[in-house]
Nanobody, 124 residues
Framework: QVQLVESGGGLVQAGGSLRLSCAVSGPTFSRYSIGWFRQAPGRHREFVAFISPSGSDTRYTESVMGRFTVSRDNTKNTVSLQMYNLEPEDTAVYYC?????????????????WGQGTQVTVSS
């Protein structure tokens, strides 16, 4: 069983930065791709970022390109999402999720394991 726990959320002013972490339990962490998603009030959960098992391949939704960076440390079973130049539109609950493979990586239904989420609030 794989368990994911997010941390690092909080309240920040527009233009500020936050670093989210996702701690993953289980012996096969290095086999999983990890996705970051977010859900704002009244909106569907949306894809934010993706990182391959080795960390060599990363993908982002267009609205965060150049501002967010996803990385992972397979020796520590952690994935990070560094967020710069935050905007009020980034306000949401952020989730990390794990899955095998690459196909349809922007589709949250293809992920098998989810964390509980961490709140990010960006004030204007």
């Amino acid at each position: 069983q794989v368990q994911l726990v997010e941390s690092g959320g909080g309240l920040v002013q527009a233009g500020g930065s936050l670093r989210l972490s996702c701690a993953v339990s289980g012996p096969t962490f290095s086999r999983y791709s990890i996705g970051w998603f977010r859900q704002a009030p009244g909106r569907h959960r949306e894809f934010v970022a993706f990182i391959s098992p080795s960390g060599s391949d990363t993908r982002y939704t267009e609205s965060v390109m150049g501002r967010f960076t996803v990385s992972r440390d397979n020796t520590k079973n952690t994935v990070s999402l560094q967020m710069y130049n935050l905007e009020p539109e980034d306000t949401a609950v952020y989730y990390c999720a794990a899955r095998a493979g690459y196909y349809s990586y922007t589709n949250d239904e293809t992920y098998d394991y989810w964390g509980q989420g961490t709140q990010v609030t960006v004030s204007s």
